[in-house]
DNA sequence: ATGAAAGCGCTAACAC
DNA sequence: GTGTTAGCGCTTTCAT
């Protein structure tokens, strides 16, 4: 990079301190107009820019966010970018993007990068394989504060956002329920994510509310595209298969759909079909799919909001006390049901 | 943030100078084993880490890159990036992301945060709105490396990495010409994007190789999903309609056969369809989607790459000679054709 | 109304 | 082999 103009060229050329000329900038009081005048003038003329590395030691502060996201190509983790970028930009903050690519391993790197890194503050979603979240205690006791969303803990003082998936999955359920399905599969997410919890129990109490009975073997562990392209094939191929599949997300939602095609068999007609994201895809699959909105983008701004409190109030870790945010999701209704 | 570990406090606690700290740290010959020994062991035990941006300032370098793209969501990109993050963590680089959304105010804007961030170099796909490109120049002049990928200018002494758009555009028209289609329409890019032009020159060529007059009213301006489907609806209502389509991107594709569909007409009888870009969505679709696989983790590798060789270089601007890379595309056959 | 000096954390040229 | 010092660019006391 080339050599860029600082305080100092301007002081020189204008016979004045630096301190003078840092004051005038930031129109301090003290100053004259005449001398202040003077060196906006030249400032602007040199294209002078305040150096923001100089300015980040002297604060200690870089005014820079770390995202610490599983990957990026999910749609639900893009529009979440989306949502993120959209508030650090308005509050002048900028956003360093780390991926775990689900690898716990990787994810552990990550943090270590963003404390080298010295952003001001992290926002999480943790990878499929993390168990142990002693990294990010890491990241709290060195009192970076950090906000999880969409795939959070309970163990560790620190602000989550999340979608409302068992509310979510709940009037998913009930839509298959109300279409006819009385026997209902579906495609969880790993049990060590919170997500695949609250999912499967919205599931779960969908069912109790109509007395259709919970059967542990319409429930698979199936949420990829591949995974579940397999498990469908599997379970259709089977005698008496499922009327109906609630998945934990689009992809895999989409996979059903596929599966049963290639089996001869008509969604809705004979399967119905819901997922859980509202991934651009739910709208291009044909049938369209049915699917809960979660709503990434907002849950974003609502998690780069929440850190961004958390950055003006500085509050000590004694008096702290995690907050939890729940977005509502949606049930939009396409032809898949 | 907690007040960290300087080098500092170590050389206090050990009765040392701050500079034989750092010497010791970094294994410098002239520190005795001992010391060494004492320090590292006393590093390792308070936790300490260097503080980067007191490394940023002294050495004028962050040791980051800055991201300038028009929309993660988009699948292609969002793949570039994973090719670009890759590169630049085996290398100890972070990267800072910067979204145009296909604005060019907003890109403007982002040269501007990529100044200030003081990033060391910058990769750059710009908007579609962008015709004037001074503000890329100006951070040419300030002697910031900037390499440009998929959307690219020539005015500007900068590198390009391209996917081969006329060779994919190529062997996509031809392919369709030799699965039997004679009235071949093409769904375009803005032309003043060079994919937009390089792509409908290799659709022309393809199609004077097999004597198939080029019509101009073949040629529509349709690169997303929702202008597309009504740009077919149109054309597949009127006489003598098409029996190809060649889209510039599978968006476009799959809203063609979207389209298609929806006016009773069959793909591929009926219609054949190739899209641009082998997304995930292509192999979703039904039929599954025919399309030009453009590499993006690939090109997004190579832009990383050939960035950080200009890093290391510096070469002066003098003797700058911008290099262009081409990352060959290749057809990948699915059922819509 | 302006300037001098110290300091943010680190390194390196220059002592000794 | 280790210490002293200056400096990266900026802000902010403390003088004047």
Redesign the interface.
């Given at each position: 990079?080339?050599r860029?103009i600082t305080i100092k060229d301007i002081a020189v050329k204008l016979g004045l301190s630096t301190s003078t000329v840092s004051r005038a900038l930031k129109d301090h009081p003290d100053i004259s107009p005449k001398t202040r005048a003077a060196v906006k003038e030249l400032a602007a003329l040199l294209g002078y820019?305040?150096?923001?590395?100089?300015l980040?030691?002297r604060n200690?502060s870089?005014r820079?966010i770390g995202l610490i996201i599983p990957?990026?190509?999910h749609?639900f983790f893009?529009?979440i970018?989306?949502g993120i970028?959209e508030i650090a930009y308005k509050n002048d903050y900028?956003?360093?993007?780390?991926?775990s690519n689900e690898s716990y391993k990787r994810e552990v790197i990550n943090t270590q990068?963003v404390?080298?890194?010295?952003v001001?503050g992290v926002l999480v979603s943790f990878s499929k394989e993390t168990n142990d979240f002693s990294h990010f205690q890491k990241l709290i006791?060195?009192?970076?504060p950090v906000v999880f969303f969409d795939r959070v803990v309970d163990s560790l003082p620190a602000d989550q956002v999340v979608a409302d998936d068992y509310q979510g999955a709940f009037i998913a359920v009930n839509h298959l329920i109300e279409k006819g399905c009385r026997r209902i599969a579906h495609f969880a997410a790993p049990q060590n994510l919170q997500i695949g919890k609250s999912r499967l129990s919205g599931y779960h109490d969908a069912l109790l509310k109509h007395n259709i009975h919970f059967d542990h073997e319409l429930v698979f562990l199936a949420d990829t595209?591949e995974t579940a392209k397999k498990a469908a094939h599997d379970i259709l191929r089977k005698p008496n298969p499922p009327d109906g599949f609630f998945a934990v997300n689009d992809m895999s939602a989409?996979a059903i759909i596929?599966a049963a095609?290639e089996l001869g068999k008509r969604v809705p007609e004979d399967l119905k079909v819901v997922g859980f994201e509202n991934s651009?895809?739910a709208g291009?699959?044909?049938p369209e799919l049915t699917t809960v909105d979660q709503f990434g983008f907002e849950l974003g701004r609502e998690a780069c909001l929440m850190l961004l409190k958390r950055l003006k109030e500085q509050t000590p870790a004694e008096l702290f006390k995690p907050i939890r945010k729940v977005i509502k999701t949606k049930l939009v209704v396409r032809s898949s049901t």
């Open positions: 990079m080339k860029q820019r305040p150096n923001r590395i100089a980040n030691l200690n870089t820079t990957e990026i190509e749609y893009s529009a970018i989306n970028e900028s956003v360093m993007v780390f991926q990068a404390l080298t890194n010295r001001d006791e060195n009192e970076i595209y989409i596929k095609k651009k895809s291009l699959s044909d």
